[in-house]
């Protein structure tokens, strides 16, 4: 499985950025699919997850309002639309995929559940 995410770029304080992350090769059915930031000098954090079958999605309260995240299962891919940007979301962002397995115990919000990272897209807030 390899995920490539895109969509990053410069923005203003305010305003506006949509990730997208696209997932190739074998039979794609992960379990949870979830976006986590890494800021300079800083571990990489959780920032929204979202599950493959059904509605159930996650985020970090410092999010919570502003972020959305969604997915299109016919394209796998996921989506994060970002809104109302600040300068400290300013960060790589990278998405990755819980691989669905009998008796797991999933986490949507442990980085330490994923098993495919992409390979990360820079976000700039300017204030």
């Known amino acids: 499985v390899q995920l490539q995410a895109s969509g990053g770029g410069l923005v203003q304080a305010g305003g506006s950025l949509r990730l997208s992350c696209a997932a190739s090769?074998?039979?794609?059915?992960?379990?949870?699919m979830g976006w986590f930031r890494q800021a300079p000098g800083k571990e990489r954090e959780f920032v929204a997850a979202?599950?493959?079958?059904?509605?159930?999605?996650y985020y970090a309260d410092s999010v919570k309002g502003r972020f959305t995240v969604s997915r299109d299962n016919a394209k796998n891919t996921v989506y994060l639309q970002m809104n109302s940007l600040k300068p400290e979301d300013t960060a790589v962002y990278y998405c990755?995929?819980?691989?669905?397995?009998?008796?797991?115990?999933?986490?949507?919000?442990?980085?330490?559940?994923?098993?495919?990272w992409g390979q990360g897209t820079q976000v700039t807030v300017s204030s």
């Open positions: 090769g074998r039979a794609f059915s992960p379990y949870y």
């Open positions: 979202v599950r493959w079958s059904g509605d159930s999605t």
């Open positions: 990755a995929a819980q691989v669905s397995t009998f008796g797991r115990n999933y986490n949507a919000l442990r980085r330490d559940r994923y098993d495919y």
